[in-house]
């Protein structure tokens, strides 16, 4: 398993499909960093929201880093298919991983907020980049050309879908009134309703992770179905 993902992560870098959502996600880590003192919470909540979108890229990105008659033959020297699948899977997971701990160190590193941040602070932060990035991913999953054979149906769904979520997050919670809408996208605005005003994180989070599970779960169920 460990050779293929770095099979995956060699191919990801020599395809240059990383290079524009690094791009974007380096900008707008460094623009919501711009001035100094910044607020902790409120800079978390914001670098989120950013790889919440960037990573359904990265995702959609790296699971067509491969051109389709490469995989098919990718495929056949691994011999399992689950195996192909999930161990892309695990290459995303370890990528915005990677990528939820920088957008954690780069602010405090150069100590850019208001007050010393605590240890509790950081890893409160880092599980809520965690969370919108594995949401992120899962969106992008259902959208791979694994499960979806229609190129502008590839790219447009899951900008819808990312748009609708983000536009949502200014709603009200759903058991306020926030509507039937709220329960079938991600939840992210359980989890901005949580950081504002304290709701039960393992409600929060639990809800999250359950949703993603299931995504994924439809992922796999679906490219196998269709790579028979």
Excluded at 59 to 77: G, N, P, R, W
Excluded at 142 to 151: I, Q, Y
Excluded at 196 to 214: E, Q, R, S, T
Aim: proline content about 4%; some cysteine; glycine content about 6%.
């Amino acid at each position: 398993m460990g050779a293929l993902i770095r099979y995956h992560f060699i191919t990801y870098i020599k395809s240059y499909r990383y290079i524009p959502p690094l791009a974007l996600y380096i900008i707008s880590l460094c623009m919501n960093y711009t001035y100094r003192p910044n607020p902790v919470l409120d800079s978390f909540f914001n670098t989120a929201l950013f790889l919440f979108f960037l990573t359904t890229w990265f995702t959609m990105s790296l699971f067509h880093a491969e051109d389709s008659s490469q995989e098919v033959i990718t495929k056949l020297h691994v011999g399992k298919k689950n195996k192909y699948f999930m161990s892309k899977l695990i290459s995303c997971m370890l990528l915005f991983t990677f990528l939820s701990a920088v957008s954690i160190a780069y602010p405090v590193l150069l100590d850019m907020f208001e007050v010393d941040i605590s240890t509790k602070q950081m890893l409160f932060g880092f599980i809520i980049h965690w969370t919108f990035s594995l949401l992120g991913m899962s969106i992008g999953l259902v959208f791979t050309r694994d499960v979806v054979r229609e190129g502008s149906l590839s790219w447009f769904g899951p900008l819808f879908i990312l748009i609708i979520t983000l536009a949502a997050a200014g709603v009200s919670f759903p058991y306020q009134g926030g509507g039937l809408l709220l329960y079938v996208l991600p939840p992210v605005s359980a989890i901005i309703q949580f950081i504002n005003d304290g709701l039960n994180k393992f409600l929060v989070f639990g809800w999250a992770l359950l949703y993603a599970i299931a995504l994924i779960s439809l992922y796999l169920w679906r490219a196998n179905r269709r790579d028979v």
